[in-house]
């Protein structure tokens, strides 16, 4: 399928990198992400590929592993809240824990025609990336499980306060829950050479903190957001509605995959349970 039936490419033209247009919006992209460390791109689906890709994830979050779990809020490693936390306050945001409460729909049971992923796989992808990060390459992440999902929360369900462990993640709403489901985030909770800040963090654990970021996300919108240095949730989705993303995952390193600690949690799989992989060329 020619990539224009699925990415409004008169708004982003990724495959025009010398045109005036795509110049203004790598600056626009930069621009963002310096001063909120999110950059948003409504309709960047057509609504026709919007469908399909939202339909599909639909059809699949039956067979998707619904994730229940509590972390660290600072940390994904699970052994993270086994640390001996018991010279801190009852109060100290490190004894906070971050429930993950949602639905996580692998690679490896979407179909390849989906419009995400042909997004994921597109080259372009990669070259806009490191235009906007203005950083190292970029390289789409390789994991049949992890590296182009779909979640799914529905009633009461959450990811709490968190900060990410890669540097940057990408995501596409597919559906809006209409009620709750919002992503919120705080910048300048964390340094990388003064650490966190404690004082703020607990307020905004505790619904105290006065600035909250809650951007208008609306399906159909790319979100590049910066999560290893803002602190961030999606909230609980509230009455009958669902939220669904497609989380699109690139990294600074070629051939990276999801550890098997990792895909275990949030698929209930490692990559030996993946039919077909590794493939015989790979051995």
Known sequence: MNISHIVNT???????PGGGT??????????QLEKTG??????FLNPVALENAKQEAIELASSGFQMNHYFAYDDVDDESLLRNLQFLPMDHPRRFRSLTKIRFVARDLI???????LVHDWPKMCSFLQDILQGSEIFRNECPLSSCVFTVAE?????????????????????????????????GLR????????????????????????????????TVFCGKYNFHR??????????IMAVLSYETEPGKTGTDEYLKLFYNRT?????????PRDN
């Not at 179909?111 to 992923?117: C, L, V």
């Not at 999606?234 to 939220?243: F, M, Q």
Request: some cysteine.
């Open 191 to 222: 340094d990388a050479e003064k650490g966190d800040n404690f004082e703020s963090i607990s307020e905004v654990i505790n619904g105290k903190y006065p600035a909250i970021e809650r951007p208008a996300i609306k399906p159909g919108t790319l």
């Open 38 to 43: 999110c950059c948003l791109l409504p309709n």
């Open 10 to 16: 008169d708004l982003y033209p990724f495959d025009d």
């Open 22 to 31: 795509y110049k203004a919006l790598i600056l626009e992209c930069r621009e």
């Open 271 to 279: 990559l030996l349970d993946v039919v077909g992989y590794p493939t």
């Open 155 to 187: 009633r009461g369900e959450l990811q709490d306060w968190h900060f990410d462990g890669n540097e940057f993640i990408v995501t596409v709403m597919l559906e809006d829950s209409n009620e709750g489901g919002h992503f919120e985030f705080v910048r």
């Open 234 to 243: 999606a909230s609980a989705v509230e009455g009958d509605g669902r939220r």
């Open 111 to 117: 179909g390849r025609a989906n419009p995400i992923q």
